[in-house]
T-cell receptor
Framework: DAKTTQPPSMDCAEGRAANLPCNHS???????VYWYRQIHSQGPQYIIH???NNETNEMASLIITEDRKSSTLILPHATLRDTAVYYC?????????????FGAGTRLAVHP | DTEVTQTPKHLVMGMTNKKSLKCEQH?????MYWYKQKAKKPPELMFVYSYEKLSINESVPSRFSPECPNSSLLNLHLHALQPEDSALYLCASSLQLGGSGNTIYFGEGSWLTVV
């Protein structure tokens, strides 16, 4: 599975958009980009995933560059409850083991 | 419903004890996972089951013994653990092991302290 690079920490003001970047320059054509977050002392929570196209759900938007070497998770209106560690993961979606290998993640702090 | 239930939430055990962690899902998922997470570190994959058969063992010491008695249940049997095995143990499941866009869902974890 391809490796990802994320900033170790970010800050965001409550009510503003939080844009979390992720680099995955060695991603293969069959690898998906997944985002999870982990709020302190809880299990990782699935947020969103995508292959090539931009994706949006009730939690967030995922923007993947055309060359697929990087992506950005957007929380449109961050709240204090969005304070968490955010993990960007790329993994094989078919034809192989469904491993989910976590990197160090980005610690997002949302402040009033 | 994307619920994976883990019990107990907290467990304290001695180094000579035998205990088990339990995990249950009723989503019809056929792949189930155990992860281990030390403080301030990301989760690390331990085992993967697919259709009740062990598919992946990430070189985990034999003092950790997984078991998948049926498609809804996953156990992790613990014996002769060391204090450094204290961690958050996370169970997860997905519809299948492979397949496109196959999302993995996690439980809330079991906090294990070995004394």
């Amino acid at each position: 599975d391809a490796k990802t690079t994320q900033p170790p920490s970010m800050d965001c003001a409550e009510g503003r958009a939080a844009n979390l970047p992720c680099n995955h320059s060695t991603i293969s054509g069959n690898e998906y980009v997944y985002w999870y977050r982990q709020i302190h002392s809880q299990g990782p929570q699935y947020i969103i995933h995508g292959l090539k196209n931009n994706e949006t759900n009730e939690m967030a938007s995922l923007i993947i560059t055309e060359d697929r070497k990087s992506s950005t998770l957007i929380l449109p209106h961050a709240t204090l409850r969005d304070t968490a560690v955010y993990y960007c993961i790329v993994r094989v979606g078919y034809g192989g083991y469904n491993k989910l290998i976590f990197g160090a993640g980005t610690r997002l702090a949302v402040h009033p | 419903d994307t619920e994976v239930t883990q019990t107990p939430k907290h467990l304290v055990m001695g180094m000579t004890n035998k205990k088990s962690l339990k995990c249950e899902q009723h989503m019809g998922h056929r792949a189930m996972y155990w992860y281990k997470q030390k403080a301030k570190k990301p989760p690390e994959l331990m085992f993967v089951y697919s259709y009740e058969k062990l598919s992946i063992n990430e070189s985990v010491p034999s003092r950790f013994s997984p078991e998948c008695p049926n498609s809804s249940l996953l156990n992790l049997h613990l014996h002769a653990l060391q204090p450094e095995d204290s961690a958050l143990y996370l169970c997860a499941s997905s519809l299948q092991l492979g397949g496109s866009g196959n999302t993995i869902y996690f439980g809330e974890g079991s906090w294990l302290t070995v004394v």
